[in-house]
């Protein structure tokens, strides 16, 4: 129940009860002093019926109240324990992320290294045959001078 709910039905309790406890009164057949003395005692009931229930609804209110809280803070711990989690969790795939990218960086460089030394072995070997060449087309063409 809300508080105006709460409020409301204590408000009805304690009117029914005071014009229920005064009809009663009025009209039952005793003396004017008799009736007053029994108003007084039905009057104080009441009272007594009213506090009773205020009281208990006070105690249902903050023991609502103190569930609601208890509740509203496990709720924020798992929220909080969960949140970490998916937190770890990203923080390690971009890790791992960041890892295989240097290592892919790592290998790609030592395959360009490599390829790099063998053009520059083959560049080399396809000089020194040109100047071989180079070599013996210049002695055919002497000897072809020469004869």
Do not use: C, H
């Amino acid at each position: 129940m809300s508080k105006m709910d709460t409020k409301d039905f204590l408000i009805g309790v304690v009117i029914g009860g005071i014009i229920g406890a005064s009809s009663a009164m009025l009209f039952a057949p005793k003396s004017g002093k008799e009736l007053r003395t029994d108003i007084n005692e039905k009057a104080s009931t009441a009272k007594d019926k009213t506090v009773e229930i205020t009281n208990t609804a006070l105690e249902k209110g903050a023991e609502y109240s103190q569930y609601a809280k208890d509740k509203s803070s496990e709720w924020s711990q798992v929220a909080k324990d969960q949140w970490e989690r998916v937190s770890d969790k990203a923080q390690s795939i971009t890790n791992k992320a960041t890892d295989m990218g240097e290592e892919l960086s790592n290998d790609i460089q030592e395959i360009v290294d490599s390829e790099k030394e063998e053009g520059k072995k083959l560049a080399n070997e396809v000089v020194n045959e040109i100047e071989e060449t180079k070599e013996k087309i210049k002695e055919d063409a002497e000897e072809i001078k020469n004869s």
